[in-house]
């Protein structure tokens, strides 16, 4: 799994509710995210219940998982 971290020299992982946002494919966080971050994979040290797949994020619930770049213009 991918995180996303803050383009700063102590960057935190962005999270939302408390739990670190995730998601599989780091081509697709790349694709779909801009700004000053970092893609990383996520620390072993998270466990799974504290984190949230990109996918269920309400801010990308209508974003249709795989991606595909066609359908964005």
């Known amino acids: 799994m991918w995180a996303i971290q803050h383009d700063t020299l102590h960057g935190d992982l962005l999270s939302w509710n408390g739990r ?7 081509d697709e966080l790349e694709f779909l995210l801009t ?10 040290s998270i466990p799974a219940e504290q984190t949230i ?5 309400p801010h990308f619930a ?4 795989p991606i595909r770049r066609e359908a964005y213009p």
């Open 53 to 57: 797949e990109l996918r269920f994020h």
């Open 20 to 26: 670190t946002i995730v998601h599989a494919d780091k």
């Open 62 to 65: 209508h974003h249709q998982f």
């Open 35 to 44: 700004g000053p971050i970092r893609i990383v994979p996520c620390p072993p």
